[in-house]
């Protein structure tokens, strides 16, 4: 069964930094081409995806909100991929998830297609909280 959990979240500053972690089970980062991705819901908006990396060549999307600030990276031997987040804003408070869906999806978020729908194997989520 595949299994996604996240963690590094919490309570900063703002202008402060965090480093996101997400770990699969189940799924190798090894293997096969695949996207996973970084998404935030803060209460009473709507999911946003923020950030995807492919593992066929790397490429990446970064949401408008958090480009310049966020950097998504993946680490194959750990399986892990992380999402370091520098100078927080206190717009930036929600709970952060990560998922994994097709290669398609950096193409469509360039394009400003929504991408929510085509990720599965969502992880529980993990708080971020940024005092202003």
């Known amino acids: 069964q595949v299994q996604f959990v996240e963690s590094g979240g919490g309570l900063v500053q703002s202008g402060g930094s965090l480093r996101l972690s997400c770990a699969a089970s189940?799924?190798?980062?090894?293997?096969?081409?695949?996207?996973v991705g970084w998404f935030r819901q803060a209460p009473g908006k709507e999911r946003e995806g923020i950030s995807c990396i492919s593992s066929r060549d790397d490429s990446t999307y970064y949401a408008d909100s958090v480009k310049g600030r966020f950097t998504i990276s993946r680490d194959n031997a750990r399986n892990m991929v992380y999402l370091q987040m520098n100078n927080l804003k206190p717009e930036d408070t929600a709970v952060y998830y990560c998922a994994t869906g097709p290669l398609i999806v950096i193409d469509y978020g360039r394009r400003g297609r929504p991408i929510g729908d085509l990720f599965r194997h969502w992880g529980q989520g993990t708080q971020i909280t940024v005092a202003s």
């Open positions: 189940g799924f190798s980062y090894d293997y096969g081409y695949y996207v």
